[in-house]
């Protein structure tokens, strides 16, 4: 039985918020999977818990995957670390971190449900997904992203986990030309569509 961990921005946030396109990006996205792979066992990281009945999969709180707070703190210390294995121990002395590896070494697939969160209008959620993608590296995981708008871009760490991500994914699909022309820029071989 493969296991299937699915990360979705699906759900009401801490302010009350909902958006609309992440939702229905997020349905999309599980009815394919569990069309695919009806013997999956599909466990799903959301900002809170999602509204309508899941079928075949573990529904469970947002916790470790969106604890923006001490992922802007960690931004702005991991990338002045070259080695990656120091990056690696220092994050897992932190809970949060501890936690997210461990569900991520717990499973065969990541599947990152797309919102428009990998821009510098939301620099949280851009170390949040490199964080996703070291690990499921370090771990040999596959990792997969679908679809996702990418930039506008300000700042060059931006930049840099932007990077990071489009060359480690295992897939990488956008939904717009825009981010394609982004992702062409990094040279990576990461297999793209749009």
């Known amino acids: 039985m493969k296991k299937i961990l699915l990360i979705t921005d699906a759900g009401v946030g801490k302010k009350g918020w909902y958006h609309v396109g992440d939702e229905a990006v997020f349905w999309s996205l599980y009815q394919r999977i569990i069309s695919d792979t ?3 066992q599909i466990t799903i990281f959301a900002r809170s818990n999602v509204n309508k009945k899941i079928t075949g999969a573990i529904t469970i709180d947002s916790a470790p995957f969106f604890d923006n707070k001490t992922n802007f703190v960690f931004s702005k210390i991991v990338p002045f670390f070259k080695i990656r294995p120091l990056r690696f121990i220092i994050l897992l002395l932190f809970p949060q971190y501890k936690n997210m590896f461990l ?11 797309g919102g428009g969160n990998l821009n510098s209008h939301f620099r949280d959620f851009i170390f949040n997904r490199f964080i996703i993608v070291l690990f499921a590296q370090i771990l040999n995981k596959k990792i997969y992203f679908a679809p996702q708008t990418i930039g506008p871009l300000f700042y060059k760490k931006d930049f840099y986990y932007i990077k990071y991500i489009a060359k480690n994914a295992t897939f990488l699909q956008v939904r717009d030309d825009s981010s394609l022309d982004m992702v062409k820029l990094f040279n990576c071989l990461t297999t793209i569509g749009c």
């Open 38 to 40: 009806p013997d999956a």
């Open 103 to 113: 569900k991520i070494k717990s499973t065969d697939y990541i599947v990152v449900s």
